[in-house]
Structures are given as structure tokens and as C-alpha cells.
């Protein structure tokens, strides 16, 4: 089943006729609040709700798949997909990536130019024969942030969001809406919409399990985080066992304003930088984020067993622009500065782990993080390490 086939065709098809006359317009709008008001959005505001609330399913998968004892989950924020051919690849021969049974996919592009317009997740999905559904979280006005608005092309649709992929049935799609962290109209990187996490029912032949792709947003507060969890918790469907994976963000921040950021950084600089990676970047839940972490556990939630603890995710490293890229469009460009000065013994490089899977009511085995789509590589596959973990029938 292909976008073209489904009556989706016809709402991308408005999209992509009548958001681009007006976009001009739209981003002269500087806050929400604004935008609501404008003729130009009221126009397109329609649209933009359905193709938002719409998900986007497919299934490309040439035959039944067959029970295991072991099903492989993985969770990847896949930076958009702009390394699509190498990640595809990856899919298709990595050792691991190739055994796995689910993919929890963040951060995948449909119809943006920084990933050649493709429709990401979908294109995945029929390359490796399974099946998919993209939950759209936001239209953006521009090409991105940072380096991303120097690619060639113009978006045909602008949408983003996230995904998961199946080799086994997938049903029961639900779109969980999560409110955002800050304005999206406020910022350079102007967006339309909020972010999603995209739930469904897999139907292992043995096992039936309710699946959730998450992102919680990176410029947000801690308790915002939390907050954001406690809705995709609230939809967690009580008859089945639930696994959660994907991007929390759960860098230790208060990131919804620069100048709180700021005072964050400081903070951890007088506690120690070597302290702070060690105890704090590397084990968010001890305490920055801990909170969203005793939610999971009230909840009946499992983490520990669940995930590679205490080894990253991601590293930042100040010297490469595509990492730096998007923070010097909201932090000062002095601030730069002590941050080289404060990772002065660690090669510019700071770890962070903000890759994470939950689970509740199954038996999981043998988590890691998988460091070299990243790591040791002239153009890495994306920004993050994927996670992978097994669910033991």
C-alpha cells in the first residue's frame, strides 16, 4: 500500500498546494497566539489539523513473519533521515540491525529537502519488507536549523515525526498528542503543530504488545519532560504489556530558555565536570531527571533491566558544526567559548545517555547501545546511537 493509493494523496496533495503561497506570511508570525489570528493560517488551519491527526499506515511486507522465542526491539532517533542510503544499508546488513523485529524510529522526515524529499519511514518500511506507520508531529515553514538550511531544494511537504516498523501485524494505531515545551513559532526554526508519540499493537504470533515510538522535547523543562511521559503513560493500554523506546532527551536541562540553560551549565561546571558526566549525564535518573523516572516505576514500569545503564547515547562534540549547528541559534555565541574551556580534557566531547526504553509486564534481555552507526565514521548515520533490546517470550 503506497501514500499515492490511500486517501492520504489527497491531503498531502493540499498541503503541498496551499501552504507554500502562504508561507511567506506565516513565518512573519512571531508566537502561536499570533499565527491563530493570521487570515493566512485560518486559510490553510484545515489542513494543517487533518494532515496533523492523520497517520500515515503501509505494510510492504511479502510474507508472514514466524514466532520466535526472542523478538528484537530497536529505538533509534534517526536525525531525520538525511543519511538515508547508509542507514538503509545499516537496516540491511548491520549484524544486529538487520536481526531486529520492531523499529522504533524519531525524528523521520516525509516531504523535507534535507532528506531528499523522501517519505522516510515509508521508504524504509518497503526496502526491508515490513510494515510502518508515521505519526506527522509537525509542518515546518523552513528547510531546518543550523546547516540544514543550506541544503539545495525546497520541502514539498515539510513534515516530521515519528515511526514505528514491523515485520509482524500492525493495529491499533493511536496518535498520542504531547504539548510542546516551548513556542515553536517563537524560534528560527518555525514549525506548525506539536510533538506525537506514535503507539500501536504488535501481533507477534505468540505475543500480543503495545509499542510506543516517544520523543519528548529537547527545548522543555525537566517536569515538562514529565509531564510529556505522564500522557504517553495515561494511554498505555492496560490489557496488554507495554514497551516504550525512543528520544527523552534527558540531557539533565532546564532548555526551555537560554538563559536558564546557561545557569544550568554553570551549575554543573562548579559541581565538576568529570562528577557531572559520570554521575549525572551518564545516570540522568539519579537526579536532574529522576522524576520522570520514579513516574515509570509508579506506573509499573521497568527501566533498568531494560537499557545499557550509564553508557551514552550521544556526544556532543562543540567542534562539529552539525552538533553546534541548531544551539547557536538560541544560545550566545560567547557561551561557546566556556564550553571548550570546560571540556578541555575531553576532547571537546561530552557524553550524555538520552536513549531510553521502558517496559512493563515483559521479560527483556541482553539491552545495548550500538556505537558504531555513529562513532568511527567520517559522516556518522545520525546524531544518536540506537538502542537495542530483546523481548523473551
Known amino acids: 500500500m503506497r501514500v499515492e493509493d490511500t486517501p492520504l494523496q489527497a491531503l498531502y496533495a493540499d498541503l503541498a498546494r496551499e501552504i507554500p503561497p502562504r508561507r511567506e506570511a506565516l513565518c512573519q508570525c512571531r508566537s502561536t497566539a499570533e499565527l491563530e489570528l493570521h487570515p493566512a493560517y485560518r486559510a490553510v488551519a484545515p489542513f494543517?489539523?487533518?494532515?496533523?491527526?492523520?497517520?500515515?499506515?503501509?505494510?510492504?511486507?511479502?510474507?508472514?513473519?514466524?514466532?520466535?522465542?526472542?523478538?528484537?526491539?530497536?529505538?533509534?532517533?534517526?536525525?531525520?533521515?538525511?543519511?538515508?542510503?547508509?542507514?538503509?544499508?545499516a537496516f540491511r546488513s548491520h549484524p544486529y540491525l538487520k536481526?531486529?523485529?520492531?523499529?522504533?524510529?524519531?525524528?523521520?522526515?516525509?516531504?523535507?529537502?534535507?532528506?531528499?524529499?523522501?517519505?522516510?519511514?515509508?521508504?524504509?518500511?518497503?526496502?526491508?519488507?515490513?510494515?510502518?506507520?508515521?505519526?506527522?508531529?509537525?509542518?515546518?515553514l523552513g528547510k531546518g536549523s543550523g546547516v540544514e538550511r543550506e541544503v539545495e531544494g525546497e520541502n514539498t511537504l515539510g513534515l516530521h515525526g515519528n515511526a514505528i516498523l514491523s515485520r509482524y501485524p500492525i493495529r491499533d494505531v493511536r496518535l498520542i498528542a504531547l504539548d510542546n515545551g516551548v513556542d515553536k513559532m517563537a524560534h528560527r526554526e518555525q514549525r506548525l503543530g506539536r510533538q506525537a508519540a506514535v503507539s500501536a499493537r504488535i501481533d507477534f504470533p505468540n505475543l500480543a504488545v503495545q509499542a510506543v515510538s516517544v520523543h519528548l522535547d529537547a527545548q522543555s523543562t525537566q517536569r515538562h519532560r514529565r509531564e510529556q511521559m505522564r500522557c504517553v503513560l495515561d494511554s498505555a493500554?492496560?490489557?496488554?504489556?507495554?514497551?516504550?523506546?525512543?528520544?527523552?532527551?534527558?540531557?539533565?536541562?532546564?532548555?526551555?530558555?537560554?538563559?536558564?540553560?546557561?545557569?544550568?551549565?554553570?551549575?554543573?561546571?562548579?559541581m565538576g565536570v568529570d562528577h557531572v558526566i559520570r554521575n549525572h549525564y551518564l545516570h540522568p535518573e539519579n537526579r536532574f531527571e529522576r522524576d520522570l523516572f520514579q513516574l515509570l516505576r509508579q506506573r509499573g514500569f521497568e527501566y533498568e533491566r531494560s537499557n545499557q545503564?550509564?553508557?551514552?547515547?550521544?556526544?556532543?562534540?562543540?567542534?562539529?558544526?552539525?552538533?553546534?549547528?541548531?544551539?547557536?541559534?538560541?544560545?550566545?555565541?560567547?557561551?561557546?567559548?566556556?564550553?571548550?574551556?570546560?571540556?578541555?580534557?575531553?576532547?571537546?566531547?561530552?557524553?550524555?545517555?538520552l536513549d531510553w526504553f521502558a517496559t512493563r509486564g515483559l521479560q527483556v534481555a541482553d539491552p545495548l547501545v550500538i556505537h558504531d552507526l555513529r562513532e568511527g565514521r567520517t559522516v556518522p548515520m545520525s546524531d544518536h546511537d540506537a538502542i537495542g533490546m530483546d523481548v523473551v517470550v
Not at 242 to 251: A, C, E, F, K
Not at 258 to 265: H, K, P, T, V
Not at 340 to 349: N, V
Open 48 to 89: 494543517v489539523a487533518r494532515a496533523l491527526a492523520t497517520p500515515h499506515l503501509a505494510d510492504f511486507r511479502r510474507q508472514e513473519a514466524p514466532a520466535k522465542a526472542r523478538y528484537r526491539i530497536l529505538a533509534w532517533n534517526i536525525e531525520r533521515g538525511t543519511e538515508f542510503e547508509a542507514q538503509l544499508e
Open 99 to 140: 536481526t531486529c523485529d520492531v523499529l522504533l524510529l524519531t525524528e523521520a522526515d516525509a516531504g523535507m529537502a534535507r532528506s531528499g524529499n523522501r517519505m522516510v519511514s515509508e521508504e524504509l518500511a518497503r526496502e526491508l519488507g515490513m510494515a510502518q506507520v508515521f505519526a506527522p508531529c509537525y509542518i515546518a
Open 237 to 270: 493500554d492496560a490489557g496488554l504489556p507495554v514497551i516504550l523506546g525512543g528520544d527523552w532527551n534527558t540531557s539533565t536541562y532546564d532548555s526551555s530558555h537560554a538563559f536558564r540553560a546557561i545557569l544550568g551549565f554553570w551549575r554543573r561546571v562548579m
Open 309 to 353: 545503564m550509564g553508557e551514552h547515547t550521544i556526544c556532543y562534540d562543540v567542534c562539529d558544526p552539525r552538533a553546534t549547528g541548531s544551539l547557536r541559534e538560541w544560545v550566545p555565541e560567547w557561551c561557546f567559548a566556556f564550553i571548550h574551556w570546560a571540556l578541555r580534557h575531553h576532547q571537546g566531547r561530552c557524553p550524555m545517555k
